[in-house]
């Protein structure tokens, strides 16, 4: 397994796309754990919208790998893109956090706002620890939820060659 990161960078402003590919047939494990990374970033994707704070989505992803019998990694790749890679919203956005910052990052607790570029490209971790997986975009933040900066399909690739 290989995982491809991208950044882009477009009027000075970033965003970012993560890309799984099997060098050869992939083992059950590995198809088993991106449909995992497809669900929790469908369920992280359902909250995203104007007003959500950060804390909503991390609590979203972590209930997600529950979900999947996964485990959620400290570095969930769900965080703001923009001018800088990746972005710290300013003291204007910050709210007060429930769980005193626990795997927030350094960004801490914030408000999402329509107009942010946001990468959402959750991170998988294997029961045994010894594999990881992600896979995501980036997007805008919307009133009414997101808008794809992209037109490419978060799914596990696979060469033969």
């Not at 009027?11 to 050869?24: L, R, W």
């Amino acid at each position: 397994m290989g995982t491809l990161t991208a950044h882009s960078e477009y009027g000075h402003y970033a965003g970012h796309s993560d890309q799984e590919i099997s060098f050869g047939k992939p083992k059950a494990l590995h198809r088993e754990m991106f449909a995992g990374v497809q669900h929790i970033r469908d369920a992280v994707l359902e909250k995203v919208r104007d007003g959500v704070t950060q804390r909503e989505l991390i609590d979203a992803y972590e209930i997600a790998c529950h979900d999947t019998g996964f485990n959620a990694s400290p570095h969930s790749q769900i965080h703001q893109y923009g001018i800088d890679v990746p972005e710290f919203p300013g003291p204007a956005f910050k709210v007060a956090d429930s769980r005193g910052g626990k795997n927030l990052g350094g960004g801490g607790n914030f408000v999402l706002r329509s107009g942010m570029i946001y990468s959402i490209s959750p991170t998988l971790v294997a029961r045994d620890g010894d594999d990881t997986l992600l896979g995501g975009t980036s997007l805008v933040v919307t009133d009414e939820g997101y808008r794809e900066l992209s037109t490419r399909k978060v799914e596990l690739l696979v060469s033969d060659g």
